[in-house]
Nanobody
């Protein structure tokens, strides 16, 4: 199994920046994709950004150009640099890891979540 520990959430004013970090431990040799989800009050959980083991990235349209995802495969960490924050970015952010053994055998994991609040 894989365990995830997140850090870096907090309160920031409009236009500010925050950096979220996540450290994976346990069965880390099997990790494939890493990323970040978020869930705002009354809304469904959405994928914010994802990065492959080879470094390819994809972003939600609402954050593209403002957020940057990165990972360190030697340390098994993934980070999300959030810039030009808006009140609509307020949500609980969850670290995500896909564990892959084969095309047909994968597991998904999420961290405990960290609150990000952007004031207007």
């Amino acid at each position: 199994q894989v365990q995830l520990v997140e850090s870096g959430g907090g309160l920031v004013q409009f236009g500010g920046s925050l950096r979220l970090s996540c450290a994976a431990s346990g069965r880390t040799f099997s990790i494939n994709h890493m990323g970040w989800y978020r869930q705002a009050p009354g809304k469904e959980r959405e994928l914010v950004a994802v990065i492959s083991s080879g470094g390819s990235t994809n972003y939600a349209g609402s954050v593209k150009g403002r957020f940057i995802i990165s990972r360190d495969n030697t340390k098994n960490t993934v980070s999300l640099q959030m810039n030009s924050l808006k009140p609509e970015d307020t949500a609980v952010y969850y670290c995500y890891v896909q564990e892959r053994f084969s095309d047909a055998t994968t597991n998904n994991y999420w961290g405990q979540g960290t609150q990000v609040t952007v004031s207007s």
